[in-house]
Structure formats: C-alpha cells, structure tokens
C-alpha cells in the first residue's frame, strides 16, 4: 500500500507561482507511473501532468508551458512547478501513483488563483 500526502496548496494571485509536493510513504515509487490530476468545482477530473520512471514529463494542454513536473526519488516526493497562474487554474490538485495505473491517490490539496 502506498499514501499519498500533497503540500503546498494556498491562495495566490493571477500570475504569480506555486510549488505542489506530494510524498510517498509505504514503498518506493522510482519505478511508479506518477501524475497530477485537478478538479474544480462542478467539473469533471482533468489531467495535468504525469511521467513514467525517470522519462520526460507530459503536460495537459491547459498548462503546457507553465507548470513543470519533477520527482526525487530519493525523497520519494514528486513535485509540480505552477507558474503564470491563471484564476482558471482554481481547483484542487490531487497526485496519484501506481505501477501501471493509478491505483493510489492523495488527498487534495486546494489550489485558489485570484484575479
């Protein structure tokens, strides 16, 4: 089993910047598929970011550009670099891992982006 804990949420203001971390206990995830998923309020799930082992990231189209993903796997924490933050970028930020899907998901940090 694997837990799942975000940090870093907060409030900020449209163009400023966020850094999200979300730390592994249980096992180690070097080898795990990771992800950033985000959910705002009456929407449905949308994807933001994943990277598979050490491969190069892929973004969503809504943050390409802006938000950087990245992962220490010594720490096994894995992070997500919000820049030029947009009010529609307001919602809460989930992190999920697994070795082939996403079997195991944090619970969510909130992310408010003010104009």
């Known amino acids: 089993q694997v837990q799942l804990v975000e940090f870093g949420g907060g409030l900020v203001q449209a163009g400023g910047s966020l850094r999200l971390s979300c730390t592994a206990s249980?096992?180690?995830?070097?080898?795990?598929?990771l992800g950033w998923f985000r959910q705002a309020p009456g929407k449905e799930r949308e994807f933001v970011a994943s990277?598979?082992?050490?491969?190069?990231?892929n973004y969503g189209d809504s943050v390409k550009g802006r938000f950087t993903m990245s992962r220490d796997n010594a720490k096994n924490t894995v992070y997500l670099q919000m820049n030029n933050l947009k009010p529609e970028d307001t919602a809460v930020y989930y992190c999920?891992?697994?070795?082939?899907?996403?079997?195991?998901w944090g619970q969510g940090t909130q992310v408010t982006v003010s104009s």
């Open positions: 999920a891992a697994g070795p082939s899907s996403y079997d195991f």
């Open positions: 990277q598979w082992s050490d491969r190069r990231p």
């Open positions: 249980g096992r180690t995830f070097s080898n795990y598929k």
